[in-house]
């Protein structure tokens, strides 16, 4: 078949996740080879990311694209452009739902069982033709079976993460010095706080293996910096003196601890996040350990480029980092190469109230020597258990959010 070269929307919406990398190698009519998930080899995992104030920017862009994105779901199903595709060849198939045949355009096939799905019929809509393989949501969920059985392989799980091999990741995080106390009682602080890594090794692989199991999945190699590839925006082009009225200089006590969360990403120890698989939502990232109001809890990493090259991007994890009183200047991260956790961080639907209080992350920007960079950080204590969210949009309100969950 088929889903052919997409049109130019946001894929928010899967009730199954698509992944591009692990799908299934059974379809008459995948587009690309990617490998079996049953070939897969799963020894592969592990570690992880890390990760007001001058807000947040995800996918904040002036283009108009960005305002057909914004459109309600209604009105953004009927404009979609299916007529890109090519049909399946003398395929009859019916839509598993509604059980029609017709709207033969609107037919996404499952790259596992080829089975049929009007991309309307689907909860929720898909409103983007995947780009990779795609699966139904009883396929996706056996694959995700198979997320949650990898075997920890810590050599592995070192080599993935580039963790540097002087460290034990059997020992439990290496030990902080204790800070001493005033008697006095001081103001409420507002420092930022490096996360507290689980002290259980087997639990820090776990969570580890988790981010690399969804970064496997979604073809992105893992890192922990900002990238700037040759042909994208250059080093020299992320200037947080440029930024439209300015961007906080993050102050020496919290560089402390930005600092202090890159080292213990470099060593194994991962903050206390796992990645887990939502029928609905796809990837998401949940605490796996306490989680104190203020901590920096994940760093948003990949290539840097200019927002102007991304406008006809089909990627829905673009972060701005820059934004500038020049449209060409602009800058945002694109993790769809290289990335960590922080991609698969959840949005808000910040069109209800429900949506509003799930939020407990904030998308911050950061002027950290003379390079923007965008941290989550904790805006309230956080339990183990608790899936994490933030809202994806800052200033702007031009991503999407009215079909989240
Ligand atoms: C930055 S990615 C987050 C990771 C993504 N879930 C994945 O599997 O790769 C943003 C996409 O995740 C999904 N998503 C994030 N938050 C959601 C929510 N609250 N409800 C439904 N889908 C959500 C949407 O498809 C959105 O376009």
């Known amino acids: 078949m088929c889903r052919e070269e997409r049109p130019t929307f946001g894929r928010d919406d899967f009730n199954v996740l698509v992944l591009p990398f692990i799908a299934g190698s059974c379809s008459a009519h995948r587009r690309s080879s990617s490998p079996s998930i049953d070939h897969l080899n799963w020894d592969l995992v592990l570690a992880s990311s890390f990760s007001n104030l001058a807000m947040d920017g995800r996918c904040s862009s002036r283009s108009s694209k960005r305002v057909l994105a914004s ?42 069982c ?20 795609w699966l139904c949501s009883n396929c996706s969920c056996n694959r995700q079976k198979s997320i949650t059985d990898f075997p920890l392989v810590q050599t592995k799980i070192i080599d993935f993460f580039r ?40 639990q820090r692989l776990k969570q580890m293996a988790s981010v690399a199991t969804a970064l496997t999945s979604s073809s992105i190699e893992y890192s922990n910096e900002l990238t700037y590839m040759p042909g ?40 206390p996040l796992l990645v887990k698989f939502d029928s609905h939502e796809g990837f998401v990232v949940e605490a796996d350990g306490f989680i104190k109001d203020l901590t920096i809890v994940a760093e948003y990493t990949g290539d840097v480029d200019y927002m102007s090259k991304r406008e006809n991007d089909d990627g829905d994890s673009i972060m701005g980092l820059l934004f500038t009183d020049s449209e060409s200047k602009d800058l945002v991260i694109c993790p769809d190469k290289r990335g960590n956790i922080a991609r698969f961080v959840s949005g808000i639907n910040n069109h209800t109230r429900e949506g509003k209080k799930k939020q407990n992350l904030k998308s911050v920007r950061f ?21 994490l969210y933030y809202d994806y949009n800052g200033y702007q309100n031009d991503y999407p959010t009215e079909h989240f969950v």
Request: glycine share 6%; net charge positive.
């Open 71 to 112: 459109l309600p779901a209604s009105e953004f199903s009927s404009q979609l452009n299916w007529s890109e595709k090519v049909p399946i060849d003398g395929a009859d198939i019916a839509c598993q739902i509604c059980k029609l045949g017709d709207r033969e355009d609107q037919l996404l096939l499952c790259d596992r």
């Open 114 to 133: 080829n089975q049929g799905f009007h991309s309307t019929c689907l909860r929720p809509i898909v409103f983007r033709v995947p780009l990779g393989p």
């Open 163 to 202: 963790i540097q091999r002087s460290f034990d990741l059997t020992e439990g995080p290496s030990k902080r010095r204790k800070t001493t106390s005033s008697i006095c009682m001081k103001k409420k602080s507002r420092r930022l706080l490096a996360y507290t890594p689980s002290k259980d090794p087997l």
């Open 232 to 271: 994208l925006a250059p080093r020299s082009a992320n200037n947080p003196s440029l930024e439209k009225g300015g961007m906080q200089i993050m102050k020496k006590e919290d560089k402390a601890s930005y600092q202090k969360c890159k080292e213990m990403c470099k060593r194994g120890d991962c903050p």
């Open 367 to 387: 002027d950290i020597d003379g390079e923007a960079h965008a941290l989550l950080i904790a805006i309230r204590d956080i339990h183990k258990g608790e899936r």
